[in-house]
């Protein structure tokens, strides 16, 4: 049973709160907003937010406080206990500053049962994403705003003037993944990451490719995992994935005959994950979580991008990770099956060498 609340202070008053329900490259992105509140606030910054990874992706890090995680907010409230539990909590942590960055009524419901009044809120849909506007530039950009029941008292702090997102590896992640390292055999190679699934294939499955916009044929992935393993021979390729990207993995494997690779699919949790990306030379993927959180710890990466904008979306973390961006057209539309081999391989030959 997930928890309902990372261990924590559970501390209100001018504590910052933010709300958000994403997907795990939504909640890396999430740490722009994070940073600059923290330094603003001077207070650690508590987050309400559902999915298996958001928690351990933000316990520990800076400026994190409190993290409750709700399993669902489709379920009627009066059937949900884990939603009882947190209202709960976030009465008795008292009301705070409150940044609202979902789109969801149930989640303005929610705050409502936990006592928090829209003067408490600034609340994303009052200031939208601008034309040409990267994720994590409109989350500073709230991070600026005050709650119209602050509006009077100025934040103790200053902004970090720091751009895009940031994740620190904590040290026993980091020993985690030298024990994991050593039990598979690969802790002495030099690793280089390839992600080829995507929410999408998690959840539609491999006999569901066809509907899924960030599918890059098996063929092709193939083809870059043997190019890469030519220019890397001495150097493990490691298939990124959570347990039901593991399939595909595989099937891409056995079309990468010859080439060094390993199937991580089956045991990567976020921590383990974000402290690979941490020590790999560089990462290939399609747009996706990791792809954020490979930026945010300054691994150097390659991008497929189907439909969504990478002025958007693109990766941007602090670190300052070198980023290749690939984008297709078929018919005079973006799309991923657009997308040559040669140009990923040309792509990541131009990253060259992880120099930090």
Not at 242 to 261: D, H, I, M, S, W
Not at 289 to 301: D, E, K, T, Y
Request: hydrophobic share 45%; with cysteine; proline share 7%.
């Amino acid at each position: 049973m997930p928890t309902d609340v990372a261990p924590g202070t559970e501390a209100g008053g001018d504590r910052p709160l933010v709300v958000r329900f994403g997907a795990f490259g939504d909640m890396v992105l999430l740490t722009a907003l994070i940073r600059e509140l923290h330094a603003r606030w001077q207070r650690p910054v508590d987050v309400l937010t559902s999915g298996s990874w958001s928690e351990p992706l933000l316990r520990g890090q800076p400026g994190v406080g409190d993290v409750y995680s709700l399993r669902s907010r489709k379920t009627p409230y009066w059937f949900s206990a884990g939603q009882q539990r947190v209202v709960s909590r976030l009465r008795a942590r008292g009301a705070g500053p409150t940044w609202l960055c979902d789109d969801s009524d149930e989640s303005r419901a929610l705050l409502g049962r936990a006592g928090i009044n829209a003067a408490q809120i600034v609340d994303v849909r009052d200031h939208p994403l601008r034309d040409g506007e990267h994720a994590t530039e409109q989350w500073r950009r709230l991070a600026a705003i005050s709650p119209a029941a602050w509006a009077d008292r100025a934040p103790p702090g200053e902004f970090t003037g720091l751009r895009g997102c940031g994740l620190a590896v904590a040290a026993e992640a980091r020993a985690d993944l030298d024990a994991w390292l050593e039990r598979r055999g690969l802790a002495d190679a030099p690793l280089i990451l390839i992600q080829i699934g995507n929410k999408r294939t998690m959840r539609r499955g491999l006999r569901r490719l066809a509907v899924n916009h960030k599918h890059w044929p098996h063929e092709r992935w193939a083809e870059v995992i043997r190019a890469v393993g030519t220019d890397r021979p001495r150097h493990t390729i490691v298939l990124l994935g959570a347990g039901p990207e593991y399939a595909l993995n595989e099937a891409v494997a056995a079309l990468a005959r010859g080439a060094r690779t390993h199937n991580a699919a089956d045991d990567l949790p976020v921590p383990r994950l974000v402290a690979l990306l941490a020590r790999a030379e560089a990462l290939i993927t399609v747009d996706s979580g990791p792809a954020h959180a490979a930026a945010a710890v300054g691994c150097p990466l390659v991008v497929l991008f189907g439909k969504a904008s990478p002025s958007l979306y693109r990766p941007l973390g602090v670190a300052g990770a070198p980023v290749e961006l690939v984008r297709g057209e078929i018919g005079g539309e973006p799309s991923m099956l657009g997308i040559s081999t040669q140009t990923v391989v040309d792509a990541w030959r131009r990253l060259g060498p992880r120099t930090t």
